[in-house]
């Protein structure tokens, strides 16, 4: 066994069909009496009812978060955070969300509940990105890390199905990119080929019966695992690959992921094949070819150019996901990772 240092996260982890009616104790037992609930504006309805649930443990809703945590919304949550004299923020609702409330106790030191309606995983990592003047930055602290989770099932069971597969597709791409982190245990590893099997078997039965309770469970169990992984160790290309095409053309954050995870996966196939294995065998074998072929079968998009990119586009691509050096499994260079986003937009099976 390689040597590993492991350090547990100290959240605290709900987990089950109508768990989120728990909020109200949870929010209790962390000595709070005035929750703000944030959400984004198309979840208000379900924030305002979970206030009204809440009753006296509740101050309002703030339903303005938005994608990538701008800096203006949080300063305008601050603004409700204090006028309201909230005393812990309980975010319901996917990454974005998650991202407000983490930009709020990042800043103010509020305890967060999270009830995450999607398969993001973000509720689980100390990672918070934000942006201010187009510009989005990373950071990365105790403070950020939600001190509660509920999962809850049922508030999955209508995520839409198209979101359904492209968010899973967006956790499964922290495990297969955990499996081989330089920094990877023997615990992130376990969480890892658990949360890829968990998402092989509930994603192709939610396309089918988007929902059956069972795979919703199993999925959002498997975000858990993911999300985890993703606030546990570090990641390498296929995150810094989403982050360049997100932040410098704004393709959509769940589907780059999706679309991106079986290039990227090919791409380190054979600098990483020892580490890959589990997950390869959880997909038929080959670990690129296998993941495109389960993508395809649950109706992921499958190619950049879907997102409007041009083949001009993806020269600039390469070039800033190579400026500075990190580390890969696979060394990487200009034109190797130009070759690796040519496949992507035209939406072929790597080897
Ligand atoms: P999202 O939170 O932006 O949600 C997309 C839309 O779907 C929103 O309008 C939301 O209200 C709606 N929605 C969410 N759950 C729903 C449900 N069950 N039914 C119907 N509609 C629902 O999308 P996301 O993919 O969850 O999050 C993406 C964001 O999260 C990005 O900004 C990304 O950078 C961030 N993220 C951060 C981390 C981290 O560790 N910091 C990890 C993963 C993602």
Redesign the pocket.
């Known amino acids: 066994m390689k040597n590993f240092s492991y350090r547990g996260s100290p959240a605290r982890i709900v987990f089950g069909s109508g768990r989120s009616a728990d909020a109200a104790k949870e929010i209790e037992a962390l000595a709070c009496k005035r929750a703000l609930v944030l ?2 504006p ?2 208000k309805a379900d924030a305002e009812a979970l206030a009204v649930r809440l009753g006296a443990l509740s101050v309002g809703v703030f339903a303005g978060a938005v ?3 701008p800096v203006e919304v949080t300063e305008a949550a601050l603004h409700v955070v204090s006028e309201s004299r909230a005393d812990c923020v309980v975010s319901l ?7 407000l409330g ?1 930009a709020i106790a990042y800043r103010t030191d509020l305890p967060q509940i999270v009830i995450p ?2 398969y ?3 509720e689980v ?1 100390p ?3 934000q942006t201010e003047a187009g510009r989005k930055t990373t950071v990365r602290h105790d403070r950020i890390l939600p001190e509660v989770v509920i999962y809850d099932p049922d ?2 069971l ?3 199905v198209a ?1 359904s597969v492209t ?1 899973g597709l ?1 956790a499964m791409a922290h495990a297969v990119e955990g499996l081989y982190a330089q920094d990877r245990n023997p615990v992130s590893t376990l969480m890892a080929v658990e949360g890829l099997r968990a998402f092989a078997e509930s994603l192709p039965t939610l396309v089918k019966s988007p929902h059956d309770g069972q795979a919703r469970a199993d999925a959002l169990y498997g975000a858990w695992l993911c ?1 985890t992984v ?2 546990a160790v570090g990641m390498a290309l296929h995150h810094k690959i989403c982050h360049t095409l ?1 932040g410098s053309f704004d393709t959509p ?2 589907e780059t992921h999706a679309v991106m995870l079986p290039h990227t996966a090919a791409f380190n196939a054979e600098a990483a094949r020892e580490e890959l294995v589990p997950a390869a065998q959880i997909f038929g074998g080959s670990i690129g070819g296998g993941l495109w072929d389960f993508a395809k079968a649950i109706g992921a998009p499958l190619s950049l150019r879907d997102f409007g990119l041009t083949e001009a586009d993806l020269d600039r691509a390469a070039a800033i996901a190579t400026e500075n050096p990190y580390w890969n499994p696979r060394p990487i260079d200009q034109a190797s990772i130009r070759t690796l986003l040519q496949q992507a937009w035209e939406g072929v099976r790597p080897d």
């Open positions: 959400a984004t198309h979840q994608m990538h945590t609702g996917g990454g974005s969300t998650t991202g983490k309606t999607t993001a995983g973000s990592t990672i918070l990105g508030l999955t209508g995520l839409p979101m968010s967006n999300g993703l606030g997100g954050h769940a």
